[in-house]
């Protein structure tokens, strides 16, 4: 009986520990940073195709959350009201200006589109 008291102690404080430890998550993260930290997209062909329709597009805050203003890129048809919206999420660089292309080619297309910025 003893002994199994020493085995749940020893497990149990081995989780408490793993618990306790970096998170591996937060490692890759970090990693993954390092790595590509020289990296810049690239240009696409999707910049040779022309558009079916004008665009306005602009930068929209659309949403607080805990004190913090959630902004993105919005982009609309001109001249179609209530076109179908596509949400547009980024790349490992963020909202940038080759987000915001393929944003306005999307919306070019018919769709009311929203580039979302998941790191602001």
Known sequence: MHQLR???????LSL?????SDSPEEDFIDRMDREHEGDVPVENAAQNIKQSVEVSGEEVQYATVDGQTISGYLARPEGIKNAPGIIVIHEWWGLNDNIRMMTNKLAGEGYTALAVDLYK
């Open 16 to 20: 408490l520990l793993a618990a306790c």
């Open 6 to 12: 020493r085995v749940f102690l020893v497990v149990g």
